[in-house]
């Protein structure tokens, strides 16, 4: 798992920071296909804007391996586990509370790097159109759109766990291939 963690991470990092050399290479030179409707400003304006999203996003991969490691060798998800152990019996909507105290945990941790990217980076670059509202009416939407759509997944992945012996990763895996391809 760590080996894992360290190699994802340690890609992910290295090709994000080949991302921002190659768009601070290009940088000067609006490319060819494009001189005629787009500005040396404009496109100086959207590589550097780029640029900081890419440097940010990097932040943002440090803190999800941190993340990663607190709920696992930093015992989370067992005190998460614990948590719902002392409110729930044995059962599905103990595993239910369980992933949604999960959830909920990665929210919190992720509101602040959501909140800058919009009102910080966006801002600085002349990107964002988001009102201060409309960032809240839309989160509330997307937690209204990810417990309707989550739960009833998150129930289904627990029943077959429960239910279908060792092949139970099989029939997961197929209820989550489906899901994508309806989503889709």
């Known amino acids: ?3 894992a963690l360290t190699l994802t991470t340690l890609l992910r990092l290295w090709l994000a920071q080949r991302h921002v050399r190659h768009v601070a290479a290009h940088r000067d030179a609006v490319p060819e296909a494009f001189h005629e409707i787009i500005t040396l400003e404009a496109h100086q304006r959207a ?3 780029t ?3 890419t440097r940010f996003a990097m932040v943002g991969v440090l803190i999800e391996a941190a993340v990663a ?3 696992t060798f930093g015992g989370g998800l067992q005190a998460l586990h614990e ?3 002392a409110w729930f019996e044995p059962g599905m909507v103990r595993g239910l509370a369980l992933l949604a105290s999960v959830a909920v945990v990665m929210l919190v941790i992720d509101m602040p790097l959501s909140l800058y990217r919009t009102f910080v980076i966006e801002e600085r670059y002349g990107f964002n159109k988001v009102t201060v509202r409309l ?3 839309d989160f509330v939407k997307g937690l209204a759109l990810g417990a309707a ?3 009833p997944l998150a129930a289904t992945v627990l029943w077959l766990m429960d239910r279908m012996g060792e092949l139970w990763w099989f029939y997961a895996w197929l209820t989550w291939m489906t899901f994508n391809i309806v989503m889709l």
């Open 51 to 53: 640029g900081a999203k």
């Open 135 to 137: 960032f809240w009416v």
């Open 1 to 3: 798992f760590l080996v």
């Open 149 to 151: 759509l989550g739960l």
């Open 69 to 71: 490691l607190a709920f």
């Open 47 to 49: 590589a550097d804007y």
């Open 83 to 85: 948590l719902s152990a």
